[in-house]
């Protein structure tokens, strides 16, 4: 019976471009666990191979490290999709503000007026972006 691969832990930072310090941290804070130790030495399996693209790409797309080990350590596949829909709502607020902050961008430069600050439309853009922090209180 062939066993699986084992990985130190510099080998499998080094597979993803991560530090050591990296993966040290990211088990101090519940989201890896070696698989076991070999003369105190951490070693690690092919299933923490996914893990540790899950936390990379997780953490790419904006996931908390509380959010990333409620996903990964939730024994209820319903618990993993309740944080990823609640991510998911937030990404979305997300692009939704960077959309009209470009739309915002593309007038601003592509504006007929001499000084875009002073454009009608850019104010009404900006006002759109965020009502609460254009209203003046005196």
Not at 21 to 27: F, G, Y
Request: net charge positive; hydrophobic share 40%.
């Amino acid at each position: 019976m062939k066993s699986s691969p084992e990985y130190t832990i510099g080998q499998l930072a080094a597979h993803f471009g991560l530090a050591p310090h990296v993966l040290r941290h990211w088990e101090a804070v519940g989201l890896i666990t070696p698989a076991r130790r070999v003369n105190g030495r951490r070693r690690y399996g092919p299933d923490h191979m996914l893990r540790i693209a899950i936390i990379r790409h997780g953490k790419e797309v904006g996931f908390s490290l509380p959010e990333l080990r409620q996903m990964v350590t939730a024994d209820d596949p319903e618990a993993r999709r309740d944080v990823l829909r609640r991510h998911r709502d937030d990404l979305l607020a997300r692009i939704a503000t960077a959309q009209a902050s470009l739309t915002l961008i593309d007038h601003a430069l592509a504006c007929p007026a001499e000084d875009f600050i002073s454009c009608p439309e850019f104010t009404r853009l900006v006002h759109d972006l965020d009502p609460p922090a254009c209203v003046v209180k005196a």
